[in-house]
């Protein structure tokens, strides 16, 4: 009896050590057409403030108006305008984040294209001289690549969004 006390015990231990890190993985994924770690596209100002606490900076956009709250450089997340104020639109350059394909910012662009595959929309923009491309997939995920071909940043869109 006291064995089994005891195996029991140290089972459950094993699988909450494994729930828990499995929860801590999954914390840092950014997946197509959700979310952002642990920030999800639909959720309120309140729900993201109480999943991330408080941004480093709050912008009200006058067109609207927008929220657009802003964790250091590395999230930025976008309500729709008032009345529903929900998120629909996570951009990321925090490093430390993969999307379940495992993408993350300075992955080379061929590499997003073989997992995601060739079927995006493509667009081309410049800010101070400097020259961007953006791919929009239809799943709801937009890479924005330098000249480089290195992926800059990671917008996560609700699905078949793309212009």
């Known amino acids: 009896m006291k064995h089994s006390i005891i195996t029991i015990?140290?089972?459950a231990m094993a699988v909450s050590n494994g729930t828990s890190a499995l929860a801590q993985e999954d914390?840092?994924?950014v997946v197509a057409g959700e979310r952002v770690g642990v920030?999800?596209?639909g959720m309120t100002r309140a729900q993201v403030l109480e999943a991330r606490g408080s941004p480093t900076n709050i912008y009200q956009e006058a067109l609207g108006p927008m929220y657009r709250y802003a964790y250091g450089p590395q999230l930025d997340v976008r309500f729709t305008p008032i009345p529903?104020?929900?998120v629909n639109n996570l951009l990321t350059t925090d490093?430390?984040?993969a999307t379940n394909l495992g993408i993350r910012i300075g992955s080379l662009g061929n590499d997003v294209t073989k997992v995601y595959g060739r079927d995006y929309k493509s667009r081309n923009s410049s800010l101070n001289t400097i020259n961007y491309v953006h791919l929009c997939?239809?799943?709801g995920?937009?890479?924005t690549l330098s000249t480089e071909n290195i992926v800059l940043n990671m917008?996560?869109?609700p699905p078949n969004t793309c212009q």
């Open 27 to 29: 914390k840092l994924l």
């Open 95 to 97: 490093s430390g984040l």
């Open 137 to 139: 997939y239809n799943d």
């Open 9 to 11: 015990l140290i089972f």
């Open 141 to 143: 995920i937009w890479f």
């Open 84 to 86: 529903d104020q929900l």
């Open 39 to 41: 920030v999800s596209l």
């Open 155 to 157: 917008t996560v869109v």
